[in-house]
């Protein structure tokens, strides 16, 4: 558990979410997105944020999701597999706007980069900007690829601002060496601290942009009322 963090994992049952919005009888994907959208505003109060995190490919689950969100921010790699993807993400975002016309895109992400090919992140940047043609933004934050990091995070179950104070509080290799267990241990990742700096700047960049987003909306709807 942690302070001011709730957490529910959807599990091997998304899997099934597609058999199962036919065989209950529920409708459309679009009926059960707005069935969403609706069990979420219950507790919207209680939250600053409610983020769905929703995987690669599924149409259904990603459609039923854009259906009931505010904001989308989509990531994507720097090959061009990865950004031919693209075209499936926006074609459920148009479609998903006709039940849910609220939906806006704030922009994408490069996830798994390269942090020392910058000749290859820069290209990959321009190739992005040029397919989104102006319409959304490729976010400034970028997440590099840490496999260690990433590894470490997940098997302690772990953010990774907390690896990064575990990595901080774990004894120096030569101090492992010298009490004689440094073949029984197996130090945590020291790239910790990069990455967590990555999401931590993600994070500070989405929520300006939330911010600004909705000062917008409240600006357009004041000067629509005068």
Known sequence: MRENLDVLPGGDLLNDLASELARTGRGSVD?????????LAQIAEDYDLIFIDSPPGGDVLQRLILTAA????????????SRI????????????RTDNPGLALLGV????????????TGQAREALARDLNGVVPVLDATIRYVEAAATDARNRGQLLHELEKSVAAQPRW?????????????ALAASAGSLAGDYAALAKEVLQMIVDAENKLIDELQGAQS
């Open 31 to 39: 009926t059960a997105g707005m069935a969403l959208a609706a069990s």
């Open 70 to 81: 505010k904001w989308v921010i989509v990531p994507t790699r720097s090959d061009d597999a």
């Open 85 to 96: 993807g693209l075209r499936d993400v926006a074609r459920r975002y148009l479609e998903a």
């Open 109 to 120: 992400v490069l996830f798994g980069t390269n942090i020392s090919a910058t000749r290859v």
């Open 174 to 186: 030569y101090e492992l060496r010298r009490s004689g267990d440094g073949k029984k241990t197996t």
